[in-house]
């Protein structure tokens, strides 16, 4: 796990499905908000809501970051939060990631920090940036944890 600092990685490019916006807009009662996006609000009906985005980060850098476990991650929490310009759900969105650091925590297993950017394509200008971390325990089959 230590040797994960410092990595760099870069997700492949996705956009995001309308139905799974929607359910999302949904579960979380934007569809219902009686100041919503769309219409005459200005945001546009396309909007991809900022945690919508955040949400994302666990399912995209699943798949770029990797160590040799067996492993358990847990979100821990997001540091440095921006959401610099707006993404439209046509938008093919990636995030550039480097490993800031790893910190041993003894039995409890290793919190490692991420610097993301929600990189845009076509822009320079990313849709947000952030500092993940998630707590990476070990996997101890025989308790089925």
């Known amino acids: 796990m230590p040797t994960l600092a410092g990595k760099t990685f870069v997700t492949p490019w996705f956009t995001m499905d309308e139905?799974?916006?929607k359910?999302?807009?949904h579960g979380t009662y934007l569809d219902s908000y009686p100041h919503g996006y769309g219409g005459e609000?200005?945001?546009g009906d396309?909007?991809?809501e900022g945690f919508h985005l955040l949400g994302m980060l666990d399912y995209l850098c699943n798949h770029a970051l990797w160590s040799e476990g067996p492993?358990?991650?847990w979100n821990y929490g997001l540091d440095h939060v921006r959401f610099v310009s707006v993404v439209r759900s046509a938008d093919s969105l990636r995030i550039r990631g480097t490993v800031r650091e790893v910190i041993d925590r003894g039995d409890q297993?290793?919190?490692v920090v991420v610097d993301a950017v929600?990189?845009?394509k076509g822009r320079e200008k990313p849709g947000f940036?952030?500092?993940?971390?998630a707590l990476w325990t070990t996997v101890d089959e025989e308790a089925g944890r």
């Open 71 to 73: 492993w358990l991650a």
């Open 23 to 25: 359910a999302f807009e």
């Open 118 to 120: 929600g990189e845009v």
């Open 41 to 43: 609000s200005g945001y």
């Open 109 to 111: 297993g290793h919190l």
């Open 129 to 133: 940036v952030a500092t993940l971390r």
């Open 46 to 48: 396309d909007l991809i």
């Open 19 to 21: 139905d799974r916006h």
